[in-house]
């Protein structure tokens, strides 16, 4: 699909893929574009037909995995991920290493995680879970800060703030 041409190669920029990995992946993203980009499956799209996407985006993920490793495959998927691509734009603006927008990132991951391990556990009341999630909250805030500065922290907090409070209230991301 077209969409991937523009978006995708600044996404692969981004990722500072190597030719051999460009080709890989534009191959790869382009077979699966042209069969099952939303565009190309039309507006409206069945339960049948979206079943068969989605087994469609995971052989593409274990594809992709086979062709860049598991180690690139990763950074792979962290620097087509929109919430990484919002970190590290604040990262670079001031003036932080690529390693502290990767550390936020991984910080927002670990808080999802925990955040549903606490919510599914069941041997916490729902008084013990409302305190761990707000515990863990607030633990994440500080890393974040410290991960970013305060400035850069601050303003990622703002947008943080959508999922943190989430967590804060008792939720799961």
């Not at 534009?26 to 574009?33: G, I, L, N, S």
């Not at 598991?70 to 390693?99: C, F, G, H, K, V």
């Not at 995680?113 to 879970?129: G, H, M, P, V």
Request: net charge neutral; charged share 20%; proline share 1%.
């Amino acid at each position: 699909g077209q969409g991937f041409a523009v978006t995708g190669i600044q996404l692969l920029t981004a990722f500072n893929a190597s030719e051999s990995e460009f080709r890989a992946i534009y191959q790869a993203k382009a077979a699966f574009d042209e069969k099952y980009s939303f565009q190309n499956m039309g507006n409206f799209v069945g339960g049948d037909a979206m079943k068969e996407r989605t087994a469609a985006q995971a052989q593409l993920t274990e594809q992709l995995k086979a062709a860049l490793g598991e180690a690139r495959y990763a950074e792979y998927a962290r620097s087509s991920d929109r919430e990484y691509q919002a970190i590290s734009r604040l990262t670079q603006q001031a003036n932080l290493p690529a390693t502290a927008a990767v550390q936020a990132y991984d910080l927002r991951a670990a808080a999802s995680k925990e955040s549903n391990r606490i919510f599914a556990d069941t041997a916490l009341s729902t008084d013990q879970k409302r305190a761990a999630l707000a515990t863990l909250a607030q633990t994440t805030r500080t890393q974040l800060t410290a991960a970013l500065g305060a400035e850069a922290g601050s303003t990622y907090l703002k947008v943080a703030n959508t999922w943190l409070s989430r967590i804060e209230q008792g939720g799961a991301v």
